[in-house]
């Protein structure tokens, strides 16, 4: 399985899709090319697998919610995907692969550009270690 750096375009027709799966190195199959539509055609988003497979049942795609998961989390491990965490256990999976941060509020997630924020501090890290990524996400709530 081959990890692809970042889906950098989009409007993606079915044919787009299927060479975006093959390079990497996942088989296009029918669902899957499927799925990649209703992920990737609206532009750099974030979503649940719930939310995905509400979109699929409105497109008379008969996917079950359990493929879904398998298949967020595959696109994930291959480099399609990136996985977002929330703070209440949610998992959100965002198109946008680059570096960069979110703001967290309720059920919103908004991207923050890298260029936005700069860490002065980094702990010192355990020996033998070296950062991967850095992804930090801002919890937002009402201001009363």
Known sequence: MKKISKVQNYNFDKICIMGMLRRADIIPTKQRVALASLMFDSGKRHFTAEKIHEEAIVSDL???????????????????????????????????????????????????????????????????????????????????
């Open 62 to 144: 008969n996917i079950s919610l359990g493929t879904i998961y398998n298949t967020l989390n595959h696109f994930n491990e291959c480099g399609l995907l990136k996985e977002v965490r929330t703070s209440n256990s949610k998992t959100y999976f965002d198109t946008n692969t680059t570096d960069h941060h979110h703001f967290i509020y309720k059920d919103t997630i908004t991207d923050i550009d890298n260029e936005k924020l700069k860490l002065v501090n980094v702990p010192k890290l355990p020996k033998g270690k070296k950062i991967k990524s850095i992804n930090i996400t801002i919890d937002l709530m009402d201001d009363n």
